[in-house]
């Protein structure tokens, strides 16, 4: 484990800066959740009490998030892109003047515009998760999908997103290289870019993917037990370290969580921009079994936000994920088991390799008074790489 403390964090004794609204606000927080809430299948995800693991920590409490139920998706993803890309369409129906300032997202659900959103196509670059978001969305609002893989994207994940409906390209390189695959083509086909990476002169779908992510806050916070002193959230470009960050920021002020990112060895690409002050690309092919994490280049909005709202960096290695998998599946004590991917477990390692340094520990203040949210990004993903890494055993099919 690497570690950096934010040194600009000082200004969480400040309210939240008003730069921030445009991109994420309380208001808008609103409109996302009442859209979301309206989805068919919507449910609060579990918010878990892990008591056992507190005690055997020297913690507080621990609040774990499951975000592996969401949506029959397995993952947080299905909030975000499929939010923005709901918003996304509305904006092209405005363009064309079809939808006035009143249209709203249940209308485009409902089938009123069918006939032109059935020529639109969404297309986004991904590791797995936010593809099927996009391709789930797309679907739900009646448009198409085209979704783009780079070359580590396993066959597992590539067959989950075409089974909902999207068409696959696949992209010589890494994520980064698939982000500008999709960029490209959908500047050259008239494509509606739903990305959660922003860069100049793309920056609204990409706030709208993050405000999407906001409703696992307000879920968890809806409970007034659950006030949480620190948060370990996992981040490849940012975007939802940076949800989480501002949005805690906007709505709690000054007397929010410290917010500590987690990233992967291999693609810790905030963690070096923390270092240098600087948003920095990390080059390569960024291997890890963290796939969600994998990527290089920070989100422009998710670091403007970031270098200011985080409180520390952390980097952990493949294994640090695989032992926090295991503590999760098998826990100790009354603590229920817990199904997260090798992403989805990041937090939770970020979490024990910190609470495993007395260093770490006195600069996070991670003693008896310390109350933890984890957020379970992902449920098992890819299931064959979960049983071998906890060694679960499943039941072999009838035949």
């Known amino acids: 484990m690497r570690i950096h403390l934010n040194s600009n964090a000082a200004a969480r004794d400040l309210p939240a800066p008003a730069w921030i609204d445009p991109h994420l606000s309380l208001r808008r927080a609103e409109l996302a ?38 949506f029959g998706l397995g993952s947080f993803k299905a909030l975000g892109g499929a939010y923005a890309a709901g918003l996304a369409i509305l904006r092209r129906l405005r363009e064309l ?7 709203t997202l249940d209308e485009i659900r409902a089938g009123r515009f069918a006939g032109v959103v059935s020529g639109l196509t969404l297309a986004t670059a991904t590791d797995g998760n936010h593809g099927k978001s996009v391709a789930w969305g797309a679907r739900m609002y009646g448009a198409r999908s085209r979704i783009y893989l780079h070359r580590n994207v396993n066959a597992v994940r590539e067959a989950a997103i075409r089974d909902l409906g999207a068409e696959i390209v696949r992209v010589p390189g890494n994520y980064d290289d698939s982000v500008r695959a999709a960029r490209a083509d959908a500047d050259e086909n008239g494509f509606l870019i739903i990305s959660d990476t922003s860069y100049d002169g793309y920056v609204e779908t990409p706030a709208d ?8 806050l307000d879920e968890a916070l809806a409970d007034p037990a ?124 970020g979490l024990l390799a910190a609470a495993g340094s007395e260093a770490a520990r006195e600069q996070l203040a991670l003693d008896r008074d310390a109350a933890i949210l984890l957020i379970g990004t992902e449920a098992d993903s890819d299931p064959d790489s979960f049983d071998r890494i906890v060694g679960r055993e499943r039941p072999q099919a009838a035949e």
């Open 33 to 70: 959740r009442r859209e979301m809430q309206a989805w068919p299948g919507y449910a609060p995800t579990p918010l878990v009490r892990l008591s056992g693991l507190a005690d055997a920590l020297g913690l507080g409490a621990i609040w774990f998030k499951d975000e592996g139920s969401r």
């Open 97 to 103: 003047g079809l939808a006035s300032p009143a249209t």
């Open 209 to 216: 993917v993050m405000q999407g992510y906001t409703l696992m």
């Open 226 to 349: 659950v006030r949480p002193t620190h948060v370990f959230v996992q981040a490849g470009v940012g975007a939802l370290a940076a949800a989480v960050a501002g949005h805690l920021w906007q709505r709690l002020g000054p007397g929010r969580p410290r917010v500590i990112v987690v990233e992967a060895e291999a693609a810790n690409c905030l963690y070096r921009s923390a270092e240098a002050g600087r948003a920095v690309v990390v080059e390569g092919d960024h291997p890890t079994i963290m796939a969600g994490l994998a990527c290089g280049e920070v989100s422009m909005l998710a670091w403007q936000i970031l270098e200011t709202a985080a409180d520390a960096f952390v980097t952990v290695a493949d294994s640090d994920a695989k032992a926090a998998m295991r503590r999760l599946y098998r826990p100790s004590g009354s603590d229920p088991s817990i199904v997260a991917g090798e992403s989805g477990a990041a937090g939770l390692a």
